[in-house]
């Protein structure tokens, strides 16, 4: 499984924590950046990890701001792209079951870093069920 990391200087933290583990599991993985955390405009990681995704470069992405709202609307301009906002399991397990989110984005100010590790592993677990969803699905994109 191939997985597009980024963020902001917010999730920048988190954003070690979750690639040390996927390190460890041997996946791999692309690093959009911040490198650090000082200040860093979250479109700059953003739009370039999308872009990957739309290519079919990675299977999935996890973007991490302090509310998890700035990444979340940017990478939902990309018409590849079904960004789910997650502050709770249940919300993890149905962005992928119901609306195949191929990204998930985290709230790093508002989530514990073991509960955003978590998180993850639900999301990159979680097959899409299909079915009516799938119909639903097909409508999101304006294009």
Same mark, same amino acid.
């Not at 405009?41 to 990957?52: F, G, I, K, W």
């Given at each position: 499984m191939k997985i597009a990391i980024g963020g902001d200087h917010a999730g920048f933290e988190y954003k070690q924590h979750i690639l040390k583990w996927f390190q460890e599991q041997n996946f791999e993985t692309a690093d959009?950046?911040?490198y650090t955390d000082e200040s860093f /405009?979250?479109? /700059?990681?953003?739009?370039?990890?999308? /872009?990957?995704i739309e290519k079919g470069e990675y299977e999935f992405g996890i973007l991490i701001c302090g509310s998890g709202n700035g990444v979340c609307m940017t990478a939902n301009?990309?018409?590849?792209?079904?960004?789910?906002? %997650?502050?709770d399991e249940e919300v993890v397990? +149905?962005?992928? +079951?119901?609306?195949?989110?191929? %990204?998930?984005? +985290?709230?790093a100010r508002f989530i514990e870093k073991e509960t955003? +590790?978590?998180?993850?592993?639900?999301?990159?677990?979680?097959?899409?069920?299909?079915?009516r969803h799938q119909r639903r699905v097909g409508k999101i994109a304006c294009a």
């Open positions: 959009f950046g911040p /405009d979250y479109p /700059d990681s953003v739009h370039p990890l999308c /872009d990957a301009k990309h018409q590849g792209i079904r960004a789910g906002l %997650v502050w397990k +149905l962005i992928r +079951l119901h609306n195949n989110a191929n %990204v998930m984005c +985290l709230p955003a +590790l978590e998180f993850v592993k639900t999301f990159i677990t979680t097959e899409f069920e299909g079915g």
